[in-house]
């Protein structure tokens, strides 16, 4: 998930680790705050995909700076990223689906599409599992296990909904 937001902060313009940092907490705080020692990893593994390159920079006062931009091949990178399956963790899922939702702009609207399309299936599925679990006679739910089911369920229905609503153009 990292990758994906670092990919999308610098897709304008080349940034500093502490910028990228920055601009992730900026744009993605409500959902992620990742640390320097998140990021520079991440960097690493781009820069490896050669999804990043690295340009550094050394002041008239000596000072180096490191800054980092999108390859051309990094735009495809950040599609495959994209795509990839999401966590089977629901915790890990939404945070990945926040990630996603904040970095759609990067995509062509076909591949908007496609993803909405994807994870209303995806949806689909979950709501159908969760009804099923509520619905099933021999699952003893207590009565927080059932709240905490129907808070989903309906978390689910709203997520459809907004999908709904989304612009793929």
Request: no cysteine.
């Amino acid at each position: 998930m990292i990758e994906i937001l670092i990919l999308y902060i610098i897709h304008k313009r080349e940034k500093t680790i502490y910028s990228i940092r920055k601009d992730i907490i900026e744009i993605f705080g409500t959902f992620t705050k990742p640390s320097i020692g998140t990021i520079y990893p991440a960097l690493k593994r781009l820069l490896k995909e050669k999804a990043v390159e690295l340009n550094e920079i050394t002041s008239s006062g000596g000072k180096k700076s490191s800054y980092y931009s999108i390859t051309k091949h990094g735009y495809d990178y950040f599609k495959e990223l994209f795509f990839e399956s999401g966590s089977d963790n629901p915790s890990l899922f939404y945070t990945q689906l926040q990630a996603r939702f904040g970095t759609m702009g990067l995509l062509k609207p076909e591949d908007r599409k496609n993803f909405i399309t994807d994870f209303t299936k995806k949806m689909d599925i979950y709501q159908f599992e969760i009804e099923n679990k509520l619905n099933d006679e021999f699952i003893e739910l207590d009565y927080y296990q059932s709240q905490l089911l129907n808070r989903t369920l309906k978390e689910i229905k709203n997520l459809k909904e907004y999908l709904k609503g989304l612009k793929t153009d």
